[in-house]
């Protein structure tokens, strides 16, 4: 080992995990990367003892919703200093936001919009998803091709909300381009019509509560349209992911589609896992406070997600973090009190507490193991948006992005605790039994939860262009099948 090489940190006797192996180390870092990994590294300018404690890869919650326009009236609570002050206090060290394209707009008018949002505020890393609402010819041939090559190389598209719904043929021509450029496609799978024709009929017979949300999307709603995206993808052969998954009808369909060797990749998230429809029927207008697309289901649909979790349905455990407040003109009372379902802002907080719900839930209840929980809340989703290895693992040559965890016995989450600006959180009383102790980002401790220390650097955090995860996207004709699999793709010379 050269003596020459300076530390500016050490990380002593960590028991490290990433997505595929558990061993135990002392973790070098200078100049923000990891330089070391080995027993008995020199001495560093500073020095952390995380002996007896897991040290795991800073967590990487590529679904997040910070300070995006809505258009609707309602206004998100986080900005990207408070969001991601309160992804770092959860342990999470890269956040992938959304740049909305607004109809009528230019994808790349929003992308600078965005950057302005982010630049002066953002305390972690951050890189950006598209959301394509307007896929005009510019748009397809132009834009988005120049996009993908500058490092924005993920959209999300939705089949369901009036404002952004796209259809099946807009779709298409989308997928082929992603195909074409190697982008990824993220798709939130909701029928708008079924659930435009049941929300109709319930408030007609004056079903308004909360509670109706969930009633006006059920499950088959997903079903149809997680059925529908994976032909979709299939018809062109380019990959998709099924961005949260709520419950067993979306799983079987992604299933099926893997089983056959469909490129088909999900996402779900903690409201699956943690709250049911229950939730939506509290008293009053409480229920609001859990209203989010697709909705929570019941106790059998969170064992299915548990199992899919287990057994490698899912790359990708993200927040949907979607911050409203519950008081005030701009949240979930934007149109009142007496506000009918339809009416109240979809989403729920959630970037603080993802990581320490499944830690406590998933590892420590002894449902996942530690490299899945790794997996699926870093290494994944690093590597699906072209990340990796800079962000999601432990390695010689990725940035330091570290979390050393403190575990203890079982305590409430209070909202009175977190970071966020959201006034509650759904998990508001929750015992967790896990907290991220130590944050470190590039090498900067940026919470430390033993003395509440939150890093005041607005801004520290850089944006991360993204590659094409290119192991991803060989077509299944490149994978030699000894004979075109896709005549109509052939024939249209794609
Ligand atoms: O209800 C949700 N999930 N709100 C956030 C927006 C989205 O569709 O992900
Ligand atoms: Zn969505
Ligand atoms: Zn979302």
Known sequence: MSGDVCLDLVVRNARIATGSDVFN?????????IVMLGAQLPRGAREIDAAGRWVLPGGVDAHCHLDQPTGDGSVMADDFASGTRSAACGGTTTVIPFACQQRGGTLQAAVDDYHRRAQALALIDYAFHLIVTDPTPDVLERELPALIARGYTSFKIYMTYDALKLNDRQILDLLAIARRERAMTMIHAENADCIA??????????LTAPSYHALSRVPVVEREATHRAISLSEMLDTPVLIVHVSGRE???????????GAPIYAETCPQYLFLTEDDLALEGFEGAKCICSPPPRDAANQDAVWRALDHGVFSVFSSDHAPFRFDGPHGKKAYGEQATFDKVPNGIPGLETRLALLFSEGVLAGRIDVNRFVEMTSTGPAKLYGLHPRKGTIAIGSDADLVIWDTFEPRPIRNADLHHNVDYTPYEGRLVRAWPGITISRGDAVWQRDTGFVADAPGRGQFLPCERPVALHRSRRERKTGGSVFPWLEALGM
């Open 197 to 206: 024709w049941l929300t109709e009929r319930m408030l007609a017979r004056g």
């Open 25 to 33: 180390a002392d973790i070098g870092i200078a100049n923000g990367v």
């Open 250 to 260: 979306a799983i079987e369909q992604i299933q099926q589609a893997q089983w056959r």
